[in-house]
């Protein structure tokens, strides 16, 4: 499984120059193919098998109130389901990660229309709560490590990030939105958004509180000073802490 994915992957670095996106997903030994938005899109849009929703281009988002936030664009719904069991490790993959700076956050959203169908769910009225999320690991803000920079290589290995699903989280269908934010440029933060979707499995009844929920776009805004901001600034540039923006992340206790 790991030398055929690590072909595909190279492959598609080499096609596509800039940027960069989810790939592919990983749950255990099974590997979840996602949409390649370079790829043919007759045969993608049509797959049964296709869990992730449509993306196009691995060009940044650049405004937080655009409606591609939430899923990409065009971000049409996916078919298939990644099975998976509440407290399981869901890895996503990337074929190669360029930026260094700014935070990683893993959402989720219950699809919360009367069949629980994420395939015909609008990602503009989901409720997304955190899951997870990586900033600054050591150093300073604009030369420090963060788990981007760690996640980001030039070796031809893929970058591999693993989130839980809560332990407690209610069984049923979920939209699953990984989102790396890049901040390298002054006052233009960059979102590079993909969502998938995932049947989670599982005994539990946790559903978040209202404090933990928000709309995407409209959790991020350039009035936060952590999105519009400014690394090379002396003074920011040389702090070690950099506070997450958003509610806190939902462990499900
Ligand atoms: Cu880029």
Redesign the pocket.
């Known amino acids: 499984m790991w030398p055929v994915l690590a072909t595909m992957i190279v492959t598609i670095a080499h096609r596509v120059s800039?940027?960069?996106g989810a790939l592919n997903y990983t749950v255990g030994e099974t590997w979840y193919p996602g949409y390649d938005p370079y790829g043919d899109e007759t045969t993608q849009d049509a797959a049964d098998w296709m869990p992730q929703r449509k993306w196009t281009s691995?060009?940044?988002i650049f405004e937080t109130t655009n409606a591609s936030l939430s899923c990409n664009t065009p971000g049409i719904p996916a078919r298939a389901y990644i099975p998976i069991a509440a407290g399981q490790t869901i890895t996503a993959v990337y074929a190669y990660w360029?930026?260094t700076v700014g935070p990683m956050i893993a959402w989720l959203a219950y699809c919360a229309n009367e069949a629980n169908d994420c395939h015909t769910f609008d990602s503009a009225g989901a409720s997304w709560f955190k899951i997870g999320q990586r900033g600054l690991l050591s150093g300073t803000i604009e030369s420090g490590t963060w788990f981007q920079k760690a996640f980001s290589n030039w070796d031809g290995r893929p970058s591999l990030w693993e989130e839980r699903i809560p332990q407690t989280l209610r069984p049923g269908r979920y939209l699953l939105r990984h989102e790396i934010i890049?901040l390298h440029s002054a006052h233009a933060p960059?979102f590079?958004p993909e969502c998938a979707h995932l049947l989670v499995s599982g005994a539990g009844q946790g559903v978040p509180g209202e404090q933990y929920l928000v709309r995407i776009p409209g959790v991020w805004s350039m009035d936060q000073p952590e999105i519009n901001i400014d690394i090379y600034q002396p003074e920011i540039s040389s702090r070690t802490v950099y506070n997450i923006p958003g509610p806190l992340v939902w462990t499900g206790e």
Do not use: K, L
Request: charged share 0%; aromatic share 10%.
């Open positions: 800039a940027h960069g691995n060009n940044p360029i930026h890049s960059q590079y």
